[in-house]
């Protein structure tokens, strides 16, 4: 199967936008998300404990195994798409329009192609902003 036709769900990207101009063109800061732009995409669940507490998970702590263990995803992109790790992500459905994840989730690792590797796809590793 081709790299595209694993790209089953479409996403929004947001981004920042600061220096942005008013219709008068003036300068303005816009610190609210912009949607940039909906790529389609392949979104994959997965639960990894990656806080770092650095400390002993259980009844007699203050860390309880809930807020250990959060939750982040993997989302593929064509190699074109422009993604960055200030970036967000929200609405992401499926080919026939249904919403599975309305986000919004903060992207905290984009992995790109190497320069002059062969390679087909831009991987952002995303958890849920709470």
């Known amino acids: 199967m081709a790299f595209a036709g694993m790209l089953i ?3 929004t990207i947001e981004r920042r936008t ?4 008013d219709d008068y063109g003036q300068p303005f800061s816009n610190l609210d998300w912009n949607d940039l732009s909906t790529p389609k995409c392949r979104y994959s669940p ?3 404990n990656i806080r770092g507490l650095g ?5 007699g702590n203050r860390v309880a195994f809930r807020d250990a ?3 982040i995803s993997i989302i593929l992109f064509p190699n074109t ?3 960055g790790e200030q970036d967000r992500i929200k609405n992401i459905k499926t ?3 249904t919403v599975i ?3 919004p989730l903060n992207v905290i690792l984009v992995r790109t192609p190497v320069a002059g590797a062969m390679s087909h796809h831009v991987t952002a590793v995303v958890e849920e902003v709470v």
């Open 46 to 48: 997965k639960v990894s």
């Open 69 to 71: 263990v959060k939750q």
């Open 9 to 11: 769900h479409e996403c």
């Open 81 to 83: 798409t422009d993604i």
């Open 95 to 97: 080919r026939d329009g």
């Open 55 to 59: 400390g002993i998970i259980g009844e």
């Open 101 to 103: 994840v309305p986000g």
């Open 18 to 21: 600061d220096g942005a101009t």
